[in-house]
């Protein structure tokens, strides 16, 4: 691990203690639909403002980044590198970026949704190929 690099654990200790469960059921979420995956900490620190986003972590396999974790002031987001190609028929889906999409994240029973796990499933199969 690089000196530079900042530790998940790390990361979560600086989160602010009312999205923190958030936070970390998203991640949970993660783990679980792609356990192998490479798990990257952003070397950021807590936004000035609180209407930007705390990128804490991205998740990517072969390579390409698939899906990261970040956080407002009250809620969390999940944001995907690949959101515009993904089949969302729950419409959690939100952006309208070039490629990305986020899903926000209200509470850790947000993240832990079917319709969540499912647009992070397909992130991961569709990053494999």
């Given amino acids: 691990m690089a000196a530079s690099q900042i530790t998940l654990s790390e990361q979560l200790k600086n989160v602010p203690t009312n999205v923190r469960p958030t936070v970390k059921a998203a991640i949970k979420t993660v783990k679980k639909a792609a356990p192998k995956a490479d798990e990257i900490t952003y070397r950021s620190g807590p936004p000035r403002s609180s209407s930007a986003m705390w990128k804490l972590v991205r998740y990517s396999v ?25 089949e969302d028929k729950s419409g959690l889906l939100q952006g309208t970026g070039k490629d990305s999409r986020y899903v926000t994240l209200r509470g850790p029973a947000d993240a832990e949704q079917p319709a969540v796990k499912r647009l992070v499933r397909q992130a991961f199969q569709l990053a494999r190929g």
């Fill in 62 to 86: 072969g390579g390409a980044n698939v899906v990261g974790v970040g956080t407002f002031t009250n809620h969390s987001t999940l944001f995907f590198y690949r959101g515009r190609e993904l």
